[in-house]
């Protein structure tokens, strides 16, 4: 059997959210090591140095031209390609326009239906007009957690067993650099308080930027880690209109490896957006042993368990009492502590790879 898959979400430096994902999907692929299968990864450039080296079984193919790759370069390829691909797999919304072969596609989320106003109007055209194609010609839909699934059987009102949850993995604990120096690199001092994501709107930062500030008078820093997204410039200016201008620290995207020490000093880790389809760093804040406040909709709670303070994203007022109840109470931090790390084991990338791979493997074989 061949499966043919779309590589480039993977293929990028700074992977955050679908680029993880696809990734670490790919990496877990990649560790079969079935014989009687066989990997065509389909790129727009040059594969990455990280990215698993080329065998018998696993193939890069470089496809032209980058623009408008999905609708064009790639249906031109998967057709004239032999032997043809069994089943073709896209770890992102967007499946080639067309295909002599059935195709799979992994949803990480609806937000841009659910909250269309936080998206630019062009992003938004062709999120919605590429996904609803994608969607309508998949065999299969892979989604990383039950509300996503239920958001797509209610917006595309698919059948329900055409949408499958693989829940996505939370790496091993990483070998830290000290602490200390991430301190020094980053310029960060004292107790921080620490949020990951994306600079956009969903994410919720301004509100949570609003009630930081309403906590008083503290020695506390908030801590921002995501590089920019869009519609970000008023996150930028909440500091600032809240009066918190030195006490809030923006540090773009960081690197995975300087990541560990950031949420191991951490005396709290919040996220409280709008909308996720899962939350990758809740898993990362969990395993560390950070004790953490998220949002009550959406998948966080799915995803949280019991090991951290819901709140509610609308509310600054609960948004704030929460983060002081985790950064103050000593025996709730403990006891989030303890069923954070429980709850982190619960999750595995190689239990994600095994079940996208069963899940390729029983669409790829109908049509053999």
């Not at 502590?337 to 074989?365: D, R």
Request: proline share 6%.
């Amino acid at each position: 059997m061949i499966i043919g898959i779309d590589g480039n979400e993977a293929n990028i430096e700074k992977r955050v959210g679908v680029g993880k994902y696809g990734y670490e999907v790919l990496r877990q692929l990649y560790k079969t090591q079935n014989y009687n299968l066989k990997f065509e990864i389909y790129l727009k450039g040059e594969p990455l140095s990280d990215l698993p080296k080329e065998t018998d079984f696993w193939r890069y193919k470089i496809v032209g031209p980058k623009k408008f790759w999905t609708q064009i370069g790639l249906p031109f390829n998967l057709f004239f390609q032999k032997p043809r691909s069994d089943v073709f797999f896209t770890p992102s919304h967007y499946a080639p326009r067309f295909s002599p072969c059935p195709r799979v596609i992994s949803i990480m989320d609806l937000s841009f239906l659910r909250y269309p106003e936080m998206f630019k109007a062009q992003d938004l055209y062709q999120l919605k007009s590429w996904t609803a194609y994608s969607v309508a010609k998949a065999a299969r839909i892979l989604t990383i957690s039950k509300s996503s699934k239920n958001d797509i059987i209610k917006y595309y009102q698919v059948p329900e067993e055409k949408v499958v949850v693989t829940y996505p993995g939370a790496d091993g604990i990483k070998d830290m650099t000290d602490k200390t120096d991430m301190r020094k690199k980053y310029g960060i001092k004292g107790d921080y308080i620490l949020s990951v994501g994306t600079l956009q709107p969903r994410k919720n930062f301004v509100r949570l930027i609003e009630a930081f500030s309403t906590l008083g008078p503290n020695s506390y820093t908030l801590i921002i880690v995501g590089k920019k997204g869009w519609l970000y410039k008023e996150i930028l200016a909440a500091p600032k209109k809240f009066g918190v201008e030195k006490k809030v620290k923006f540090l773009d995207y960081v690197p995975d490896e300087d990541l560990p020490a950031l949420y191991q000093g951490a005396k709290c880790f919040v996220l409280i957006s709008l909308y996720e389809g899962f939350g990758l760093p809740v898993l990362d804040a969990l395993k560390y042993g950070v004790p953490m406040v998220g949002s009550n909709v959406s998948s966080l709670p799915e995803v949280m368990g019991e090991a951290g303070i819901l709140v509610d994203p609308n509310n600054v007022q609960d948004i704030a009492k929460g983060i002081d109840k985790v950064i103050n109470d000593t025996a709730i931090r403990q006891e989030l502590i303890k069923k954070g790390k429980e709850q982190a084991a619960k999750f595995s990338w190689e239990k994600c790879g095994k079940e996208t791979l069963k899940i390729l493997e029983e669409v790829g074989e109908k049509h053999v």
